[in-house]
């Protein structure tokens, strides 16, 4: 069955801190893993990784995808109290054309 | 402007009622979704439709109900069969098959009394 896991499942830093979020996935026929950041209400599209081993990056934000081991991650460096959100992994699943989410990791970013 | 609006935003309804959540999208994309997220669960998909007058049952599609008369448009219905139907719904849409980015609307949370 097609598993996406996130850790840790809640975070707590204060600003300035640098995190890293774990995304760990089992799919079949893998495309592509997004991450979103969701705060009060609709989730919002960060990244979209499809190659292993190249880093995205949008400003403090970046991730990586090794699929090899079948994990990402997303560094947030320079934490600041907006980052506060869940932040949500997606696998899109084989011939489906949907995806699977994993249960988010929510940050607190404390001032 | 272009994007995805639900509708509402929020909804209260007695025990027993059906309710039908509004989801429509001027972005001209081809795939529409319904998820519904319940704390600590993440998202988990209800129905999905990649073209109109066609969509297919996701993980949870018990007791819900959906159509797609038009491509703009892809309401969902949560029947009195649905056990736990309070939760957070999400609507989201992908442009074609081949891409994988999906974009959400706001968001309708029903609250079932």
């Known amino acids: 069955e097609d598993k996406v896991v996130q850790s840790p499942l809640s975070l707590v830093v204060h600003e300035g801190d640098t995190v890293t979020l774990n995304c760990s996935y089992e799919?079949?026929?893998?495309?592509?893993l997004l991450w979103y950041k969701q705060e009060k209400k609709a989730p919002t599209f960060l990244f979209m990784l499809?190659?292993?081993?190249i880093e995205k990056k949008s400003g403090r934000l970046s991730s990586i995808l090794d699929k090899k081991e079948l994990f990402s991650i997303l560094n947030i460096t320079a934490t600041q109290t907006g980052d506060s959100a869940v932040y949500l992994c997606?696998?899109?699943?084989?011939?489906?054309?949907?995806?699977?989410f994993g249960a988010g990791t929510r940050l607190t970013v404390k001032p | 402007d272009g994007g995805i609006t639900q509708s509402p935003k929020y909804l209260f309804r007695k025990e027993g009622q059906n309710v039908t959540l509004s989801c429509e999208q001027n972005?001209?994309?081809?795939?529409m979704y319904w998820y519904r997220q319940d704390p600590g669960q993440g998202l988990r998909l209800i129905y999905y439709?990649?073209?109109?007058?066609?969509?297919q049952k996701g993980d949870i599609a018990e007791g819900y109900s959906v159509s797609r008369e038009k491509k703009e448009s892809f309401p969902l219905t949560v029947t009195s069969a649905q056990k736990n139907p309070t939760a957070f719904y999400l609507c989201?849409?992908?442009?074609?098959?081949?891409?994988?980015?999906?974009?959400f609307g706001p968001g309708t949370r029903l609250t079932v009394l």
């Open positions: 989201a849409s992908k442009r074609e098959r081949s891409t994988d980015t999906q974009y």
């Open positions: 997606a696998v899109p699943r084989g011939n489906n054309n949907d995806m699977r």
């Open positions: 499809t190659s292993s081993g």
């Open positions: 972005l001209n994309h081809d795939a």
């Open positions: 799919v079949t026929n893998f495309r592509s």
């Open positions: 439709s990649q073209i109109v007058n066609d969509f």
